[in-house]
């Protein structure tokens, strides 16, 4: 029986224009920030503030569903500081989602089950365009919670105010549950059965796991025996993320999709290594029994979706293009000091489609589409020979806010180094040979951020290894240890390597810029890495784009082009013009 408060079959009609467009939302789980104040200004005080990418204009920062040509991005807000806690969800609204309308919260914490704040989520449509939301609450006891919320006029197209429900929490930690390590709860997809299913994050005995819940009406929830899926080799597993890809299939996939030719995805954000990781498997919806195909080893082998920052990331699939987008929370790599400061901290990476690889071993993930429409004045070459130790200035572009896609041809892979067997953490790989350290093929790739002399330079680059049996491994790397003169910060580099047959493929690097954030897609998007700089010289104009090969085998650039980025539009609550639905 469902009950009464819920608008489980509820119908409305929308405004006339509603068959102009569609309304999609989404919620990013354990992305937090706030958005208050004016739209987002780069100015001399404020040099690391990016521009295209969504971000808050002040305050604490860390953070989908789609329901009809507006989306709304839900997520997590601290309205009073730059520093994680009284956790709201905050809302805004795009047509496009590159441009940004912000509204106000649509949660906030107080209640008996969440004094301690609404943290992270995610929205389920129960009957084609009724979007509920469920969401952990703490309490006074630091107990969390499982709850549910509603909006409170379906008639509204922006969804602006939502009700919890009188019957929250729906789901508590019970037996061996640890009462502080049950949060997190995923969108949920109903089963050949008729029934809801939803995944909780949990830790028990100190390793990470996902919960599975049941339940006929969304209200009332069972516990199942056994955990959905479990892991040895990691820590509580937090923003659990679960759902299908298509084989051999262009399109992204509904998340109750009971299409035969599916693979499936689960991710978990692992607490305190802050990395998000997923598997591939067979999941039987007749038995909830989902099977790895890789299970997590907790060492480099281990998918991820990005292997700089990027945490606590969200799925959501926009029906209205047939496509699964993912969006990640980019936090800080300076000081808490140097955040109240700045009167802001952390920021959204730019969303990415994700598809099933050819050999379905990975995720593919790109750059929406829509980012494109920010490109404006077009640099472009082709076939330039790049010696070794020579660099190749990029000229007449915005460097510190641009679009960069290259490919590079290689010389013979014979002379190629050969790889020790065990090089298998590529990250180490990439520390101890940085863009300094010369090989044979490689280091070649990008300077970014880079200033005049460069004695700043955040260097995004390739390496070419043979291995004993012949083949070849692609190393990406993106090397922070010369982004800045500042020594305080935190300059990581970052490394992957790629499943690429360079043999037969160029390799190929996009990369965008966006003052303080750079985000790289290497071999068409099989490896990204996204790191955070804060450079002293290379800021605004005085930022410079270089090609370089710092290996002693020459390469050859086949192709670049770079644009300059327009800055995205984002309207503050205080200074908005209403939205035209």
Same mark, same amino acid.
């Given at each position: 029986m469902i009950p009464q408060e819920l608008p489980l079959t509820l119908s409305y009609r929308w405004p006339e224009r509603r068959n102009r467009m569609q309304i999609s939302v989404f919620l990013i789980v354990g992305l937090c920030f706030v958005l208050v104040g004016h739209g987002i200004q780069v100015s001399p005080k404020q040099p690391y503030r990016s521009t295209f990418h969504f971000q808050p204009a002040k305050n604490w920062m860390s953070g989908p569903m789609y329901l009809s040509g507006i989306y709304h991005l839900f997520y997590q807000a601290n309205p009073y500081s730059v520093i994680k806690g009284n956790m709201t969800w905050g809302h805004s609204v795009s047509y496009d989602l590159v441009n940004w309308i912000h509204l106000e919260p649509a949660l906030y914490r107080g209640d008996p089950y969440d004094p301690h704040g609404c943290w992270s989520g995610s929205i389920t449509f129960l009957y084609e365009e009724n979007p509920v939301i469920l969401y952990t609450g703490v309490d006074n006891e630091g107990i969390? +919670?499982?709850? @549910?919320?509603?909006?409170?006029?379906?008639?509204?197209?922006? %969804?602006?105010?939502?009700?919890?429900?009188?019957?929250?929490?729906?789901?508590?930690?019970?037996?061996?549950?640890?009462?502080?390590?049950?949060?997190?709860?995923? +969108?949920?997809?109903?089963?050949?059965?008729?029934?809801?299913?939803?995944?909780?994050?949990?830790? $028990?005995?100190?390793?990470?796991?996902?919960?599975?819940?049941?339940?006929?009406?969304?209200?009332?929830?069972?516990?199942? $025996?056994?955990?959905?899926?479990?892991s040895n080799n990691t820590l509580m597993w937090e923003c659990p993320d679960f759902y299908p890809v298509s084989i051999n299939g262009k399109y992204g996939v509904d998340t109750s999709s009971q299409e035969k030719f599916t693979k499936h995805v689960l991710k978990a954000s692992i607490n305190l290594i802050f990395h998000d990781y997923y598997m591939l498997g067979n999941y039987s919806s007749e038995t909830d029994h989902f099977s790895a195909d890789t299970d997590f080893k907790g060492d480099a082998s281990d998918l991820r979706y990005d292997y700089g920052k990027f945490y606590a990331s969200k799925t959501f699939f926009d029906s209205s293009k047939k496509r699964r987008i993912l969006w990640g929370w980019v936090n800080e790599s300076d000081s808490q000091s140097d955040d109240l400061e700045k009167g802001w901290s952390g920021l959204q990476a730019i969303p990415r489609s994700i598809l099933l690889s050819k050999n379905e071993k990975q995720l593919i993930q790109w750059p929406i589409k829509e980012i494109e429409k920010l490109r404006k004045k077009k640099v472009s070459f082709e076939e330039k020979e790049l010696?070794?130790?020579?660099?190749?200035?990029?000229?007449?572009?915005?460097?510190?806010?641009?679009?960069?896609?290259?490919?590079?041809?290689?010389?013979? @892979?014979?002379?190629?180094?050969? $790889?020790?067997?065990?090089?298998?953490?590529?990250? @180490? *790989?990439?520390?101890?040979?940085? =863009?300094?350290?010369?090989? #044979?093929?490689?280091?070649?790739? *990008?300077?970014?951020?880079?200033?005049?002399?460069?004695?700043?330079? +955040?260097?995004?680059?390739?390496?070419?290894?043979?291995?004993?049996?012949?083949?070849?491994?692609? %190393?990406?790397?993106?090397?922070?240890? #010369?982004?800045? *003169?500042?020594?305080?910060?935190?300059?990581?580099?970052?490394?992957?390597?790629?499943?690429?047959?360079? !043999?037969?493929?160029? !390799?190929? *690097?996009?990369? @965008? !810029?966006?003052?303080?954030?750079?985000?790289?897609?290497?071999?068409?998007? #099989?490896?990204?890495?996204? =790191?955070?700089?804060?450079?002293?010289?290379?800021?605004?104009?005085? =930022?410079?784009?270089?090609a370089f090969n710092n290996g002693t085998l020459d390469v050859n650039v086949s192709r670049l082009n770079a644009w300059s980025m327009r800055k995205a539009q984002l309207v503050s609550p205080n200074n908005r013009r209403k939205p035209k639905i």
């Open positions: 969390q +919670t499982q709850n @549910l919320a509603w909006p409170k006029n379906l008639s509204d197209p922006l %969804l602006r105010e939502w009700v919890k429900s009188t019957q929250n929490p729906l789901m508590s930690p019970i037996d061996d549950t640890d009462p502080k390590y049950f949060r997190d709860p995923t +969108t949920a997809w109903k089963g050949p059965d008729g029934k809801w299913r939803v995944l909780v994050g949990n830790q $028990m005995n100190g390793h990470g796991l996902a919960l599975l819940y049941t339940s006929k009406d969304f209200v009332r929830w069972t516990r199942s $025996m056994n955990p959905f899926h479990s010696k070794g130790g020579s660099v190749l200035k990029v000229p007449d572009i915005t460097a510190s806010q641009a679009d960069v896609e290259v490919s590079f041809d290689l010389p013979s @892979l014979t002379e190629a180094e050969l $790889m020790d067997t065990s090089w298998i953490d590529p990250q @180490l *790989l990439c520390s101890q040979n940085t =863009a300094s350290v010369r090989g #044979r093929v490689g280091p070649f790739g *990008l300077l970014v951020l880079a200033s005049k002399g460069l004695k700043e330079q +955040t260097a995004v680059f390739f390496r070419i290894f043979r291995s004993n049996n012949d083949k070849y491994v692609v %190393l990406m790397c993106s090397d922070q240890s #010369r982004s800045s *003169l500042r020594e305080e910060l935190d300059k990581t580099t970052y490394g992957a390597f790629i499943d690429i047959d360079p !043999i037969h493929e160029k !390799i190929s *690097l996009r990369t @965008l !810029i966006d003052h303080s954030i750079i985000e790289s897609f290497g071999g068409e998007g #099989r490896s990204c890495i996204t =790191a955070r700089v804060y450079p002293e010289l290379a800021i605004g104009d005085e =930022a410079e784009l270089f």
